[in-house]
C-alpha cells in the first residue's frame, strides 16, 4: 500500500502545523534532516512529559495538604459543637433549679471560665482557616508565576495560549507577582505574626526575580540593538520642520509590531521596577524607607548606559578641552530629551510608577555618566599635575584648569536645570537630594577632599586679587561710589577697598551657590570666604596700628586712617548682616542650628549672625576697640590742655567783672570742638554718635574728678564762674544733641549742689539719702555729696 494514503487531507491539518512544516521542509534538502527534527521533538515531548509529571506531583501535594487542614478543621468544628451543646445543658439545669449553691457556681464557672477558653477557641479555629486559605492562594500564584518563569526561560510557548509571545507571558509573571505582593502588604499590616510565612514568600519571590529582570533586561538590550541604539554620536542631526527642532532617533522611527514590542519591554522593566519598589516599601517600613526608595529608572539607565560607553572613545580625545566633553553631554540630553516626554512618559504612567518623570530620569542618568567619567579620568589628572606642580616647584596650569573646569561644571549646570524646568517639575527637585542628581557639582559630595582644593584654589586667586587692591593707597582715600551693597550704605563712609573685598567675597559666595548640599556651601564658604574677611580684618589692624605707632592718633592723617578702618569694618558688619538674613544663609544657620541644639530648647536666639557669627564678632569688636581709642586719644589731649585749669584752685574764690568764664578752659573746649568736628566728618553716623557720648562721659568724669574732687574752696564768685564754664561746654555738645546736659550728670549735679542755698544744704534728721532723694542727686554719692558740701563757702 501507498504510505501517502495514510497521511490526512490538507484541509485536515491545523493552520499552526502547515506553518511549522513550511518552516521545517522549504526544499528535499530539508528531507535529510527530518531524523534530527523527530529527535528534537521527541525531546521537547519528554520534557514536556517531565514538566507535567511536576506539576501533577504539586497538584496532588497541594490537595492533600488542603484535605489535611479541612480534616483539622472539622475535627475542631466537632469540638466547639460538643462544648456549645454541654453549654446548652448547663444553662437548661441551672435555669430547672433556682436558687441553688451549687447552680451558681456552676454559671461563675461557665461564664467566668469555659466562655473565655470557647472564644479563645473559636478565635484560633478562625485565624487557621485564614491562614490555610492565604498559604493556599501564595501557592496557587507561586505555581502560575513559576510556570510563566519556566516558560519564558524555555521560549517553548505550548503551555501558553495560542498566539501568546514570552513578552505576554512575562508580563503575567508580573501580574501574578503583584498579586502576591498585594497579600503580604495585607499580611504584614493585618497579620505581623505570620512573619516567616512572608519571609518564605519573600524567598521564593526573589528567585523568581533573580531570572525574570536578567532575562527582562537583556531582550531590552537586545532589541536597543537592532534598533540602532545608540544612534551615532558624531552625524547627529535635526530636522527643521519650521516649528520645532524634530531629533531624528531611533525611538521616533519604530513603527508597527517593533514599537509595540519596544512598549511591551519597556513596561515589563517599568513593572519589575514598580514591584521592586512596593516590596522594598514595605520591607523597610518605619526604617526611613523614603530614602532608599528613589531609585532611576532601569529603562532610561538602559538607554544611557550605551551612550556614555560610545561617547567615552570621544571623551579620551578630550581630556585638555573638557569644554567638548560638556559641549556634547549637553546636545546629547537636548536632543533626545523630547522623546522621553513623547513616548516613554506615558508608558511609566501606565505601569503606575509614581513620583517619575522621564524628562528628570533622562538627565539625570546623563548628568551622572558625566560625573562619574570627571571622577575617574579628568579630576585626577589634574590632582595628579598639581600634585607635581608642589613637590617639583614647577609652575603649571593645574589651578588653572581645575577653575576652569568648575566653571563649565557650573555653566553646564544651569544648562540643564533649564531643560528640566521645561517640563515644569523644576520645584519638586529643589531639595538636596534630587537636586544632586542633576548637578555634576555633586562630585564633591564624595570626594569633599577636592572641595576643600577647590576652595583653596579659589581663596588664592581671589586673595591674590583682594592684595593688589589693597597694595593701591587710592583704594583707602577714596569712598565707596556706585552699586551699593546696603542700604543706607553713603553714611558709612567707607574706604573703596571695603567695597571690593565684599565684591569679590560675594563673587565666591555665588560661585558655590551651585553646590547641591547645605553642608557643602557652608563647608565652602568656611574654607574659602572666612579667611578672606580675616585677612582684610587684619589689614584694617595693621592700618591702625601704623598710625598709633607712628604719631598716637595724635595728629589728623592717624585720626584719617583710624576712622577709614573703623568705617570699613563697620560696613563689611552691616552688608555680613544683611546677607544672614538672605534665605541662602539662613537655610546653612538652620543646618547648624540644628545640628547644635539637639536635646537642647528650640531658642534659635544663640545662632547670632549665621555662617559669619564669628566674622561678624570680630568685625564688630576691631571696631568698638579702636572707637574706643580714639575717644581715649582725644580726651587725653583735653585732659593735657585742662591741666592748667584744674590746677588753678584759687580762681573759685575770686569774681571777676564781664565774661566769667575760665579761658585756659575755653581754649581745652576749643581743641575739643575741632576733634569732634574732625571725627564727625571722618567717622560714619553711628560710631560717631558712640564716639562723641563716649567723650562726654569722660569729659563728665574729668571735671567733676579734677574741679569738684579737689579741695578747691566755691566762693559765690567761683561757683558763677564753674556755671559759665559748664555753659559752654553744653554748648561744644549742643551741636550733636538737643539737651547736652543730660551726657554730663556728675557736673550737673555738682553744679545744682554748689548753686544751693545755705539752709538748703542742711541734710534733715530722716536722713542724707532720703534728702538726696528729695533733691534729685542721683548720680552722686554720699561721699561724693558730703566733699562738695564741705568746700562750699557762703561768703561774698
Not at 343 to 356: F, I, K, M, N, T
Request: aromatic fraction near 8%.
Amino acid at each position: 500500500m501507498d504510505p501517502r494514503n495514510n497521511l490526512p487531507s490538507l484541509s485536515e491539518i491545523s493552520p499552526s502545523l502547515l506553518s511549522f512544516l513550511s518552516d521545517n521542509f522549504q526544499n528535499r534538502g530539508d528531507l535529510l534532516k527530518a531524523p534530527d527534527l523527530v529527535s528534537k521533538l521527541q525531546k521537547q515531548c519528554s520534557d514536556l512529559d517531565h514538566n507535567l509529571n511536576d506539576l501533577n506531583h504539586k497538584l496532588e501535594k497541594s490537595i492533600v495538604s488542603f484535605a489535611s487542614h479541612s480534616e483539622q478543621l472539622g475535627s475542631l468544628f466537632n469540638v466547639i459543637n460538643l462544648k456549645l451543646n454541654h453549654l446548652q445543658s448547663s444553662d437548661f439545669l441551672s435555669g430547672s433549679s433556682t436558687g441553688g449553691e451549687e447552680d451558681s457556681g456552676r454559671v461563675k464557672h461557665i461564664l467566668g471560665e469555659e466562655l473565655p477558653a470557647l472564644a479563645k477557641e473559636v478565635a484560633r479555629v478562625e485565624t487557621v482557616r485564614s491562614y490555610a486559605e492565604t498559604a493556599l492562594k501564595l501557592d496557587t500564584l507561586f505555581g502560575d508565576i513559576e510556570d510563566a518563569v519556566s516558560s519564558t526561560m524555555t521560549r517553548n510557548l505550548r503551555k501558553s495560549p495560542p498566539g501568546t509571545s514570552s513578552e505576554e507571558t512575562r508580563l503575567l509573571a508580573i501580574k501574578s507577582l503583584k498579586l502576591t505582593e498585594d497579600i503580604l502588604s495585607s499580611v504584614a499590616k493585618s497579620r505581623p505574626q505570620w512573619r516567616r510565612l512572608v519571609h518564605a514568600v519573600d524567598h521564593r519571590v526573589d528567585r523568581a526575580l533573580a531570572v525574570l529582570r536578567p532575562q527582562a533586561i537583556a531582550d531590552h538590550r537586545s532589541l536597543l540593538a537592532s534598533l540602532g541604539w545608540p544612534p551615532t554620536l558624531s552625524i547627529s542631526k535635526s530636522v527643521n520642520t519650521g516649528k520645532s527642532s524634530v531629533v531624528l532617533n531611533p525611538l521616533f522611527t519604530m513603527h508597527g509590531d517593533l514599537k509595540n514590542q519596544y512598549c511591551e519591554k519597556f513596561l515589563a522593566l517599568c513593572g519589575l521596577q514598580e514591584l521592586q519598589s512596593r516590596r522594598k516599601s514595605r520591607q523597610l517600613e518605619g526604617h526611613y524607607h523614603e530614602v532608599a526608595m528613589r531609585h532611576p529608572l532601569w529603562a532610561i539607565e538602559e538607554l544611557v548606559n550605551p551612550i556614555s560607553l560610545a561617547s567615552e572613545h570621544h571623551f579620551k580625545k578630550w581630556v585638555g578641552k573638557p569644554e567638548f566633553i560638556f559641549a556634547l553631554v549637553y546636545k546629547i540630553t537636548r536632543d533626545f530629551v523630547d522623546s522621553m516626554d513623547e513616548l516613554l512618559q506615558p508608558l511609566v504612567d501606565e505601569a503606575r510608577l509614581v513620583g517619575y518623570s522621564c524628562r528628570e530620569e533622562w538627565i539625570s542618568a546623563m548628568v551622572t555618566s558625566l560625573l562619574m567619567y570627571l571622577a575617574k579620568d579628568v579630576f585626577p589628572v589634574y590632582i595628579d599635575q598639581l600634585d607635581e606642580e608642589s613637590v617639583n616647584g614647577v609652575p603649571s596650569q593645574a589651578r588653572f584648569s581645575i577653575m576652569h573646569l568648575v566653571d563649565l561644571m557650573i555653566s553646564f549646570d544651569k544648562r540643564v536645570q533649564s531643560l528640566v524646568a521645561d517640563s515644569g517639575v523644576l520645584n519638586s527637585i529643589r531639595d538636596d537630594e534630587s537636586f544632586r542628581r542633576i548637578s555634576t557639582m555633586s562630585i564633591f559630595c564624595d570626594r569633599p577632599d577636592w572641595l576643600e582644593l577647590w576652595a583653596e584654589i579659589e581663596l588664592g586667586d581671589t586673595m591674590r586679587k583682594v592684595r593688589l587692591e589693597m597694595g593701591d593707597e587710592r583704594n583707602w582715600k577714596s569712598k565707596v561710589q556706585g552699586a551699593l551693597l546696603v542700604s543706607g550704605s553713603e553714611s558709612y563712609k567707607s574706604p573703596a577697598i571695603a567695597a571690593a573685598t565684599l565684591r569679590h567675597l560675594s563673587a565666591m559666595i555665588d560661585r558655590c551657590r551651585p553646590l547641591p548640599s547645605i553642608s557643602l556651601r557652608a563647608r565652602f564658604i568656611r574654607l574659602a570666604c572666612a579667611p578672606l574677611l580675616r585677612e582684610f580684618l587684619d589689614c584694617l589692624l595693621q592700618k591702625c596700628q601704623e598710625a598709633e605707632g607712628l604719631t598716637a592718633i595724635a595728629d589728623d592723617d592717624g585720626l584719617i586712617k583710624v576712622t577709614n578702618s573703623v568705617n570699613a569694618a563697620r560696613y563689611c558688619e552691616s552688608v555680613m548682616k544683611d546677607w544672614c538674613d538672605d534665605l541662602f544663609f539662613l537655610e546653612m544657620t538652620l543646618d547648624q542650628g540644628d545640628e547644635a541644639i539637639i536635646g537642647v530648647d528650640e531658642d534659635t536666639s544663640g545662632l547670632g549672625g549665621g555662617i559669619f557669627n564669628e566674622e561678624i564678632g570680630k568685625f564688630e569688636e576691631f571696631r568698638k576697640d579702636w572707637t574706643e581709642k580714639i575717644s581715649t586719644v582725644v580726651l587725653r589731649g583735653f585732659d593735657a590742655r585742662c591741666r592748667e585749669y584744674m590746677k588753678n584752685k584759687k580762681q573759685w574764690q575770686e569774681k571777676e567783672e564781664g565774661w566769667n568764664v575760665s579761658k585756659l578752659f575755653v581754649g581745652a573746649l576749643d581743641y575739643l570742638q575741632g576733634k569732634i568736628s574732625k571725627l564727625e566728618e571722618g567717622l560714619n553716623e553711628i560710631d560717631f554718635i558712640v564716639a562723641w557720648r563716649s567723650l562726654a562721659t569722660g569729659v563728665d568724669h574729668l571735671v567733676f574728678n579734677g574741679v569738684l574732687m579737689s579741695k578747691a574752696k566755691f566762693y559765690n564768685g567761683g561757683v558763677e564762674r564753674f556755671g559759665g564754664d559748664l555753659e559752654v561746654l553744653f554748648g561744644v555738645f549742643r551741636a550733636w544733641c538737643l539737651r547736652p546736659e543730660g551726657f554730663f550728670p556728675k557736673v550737673g549735679e555738682g553744679l545744682k549742689l554748689l548753686k544751693m542755698k545755705e539752709d538748703q544744704l542742711k541734710v534733715g534728721t530722716e536722713g542724707i539719702e532720703r534728702w538726696l532723694k528729695e533733691k534729685q542727686i542721683r548720680h552722686l554719692g554720699v561721699p561724693e555729696v558730703e566733699r562738695i558740701v564741705k568746700n562750699r563757702i557762703f561768703k561774698s
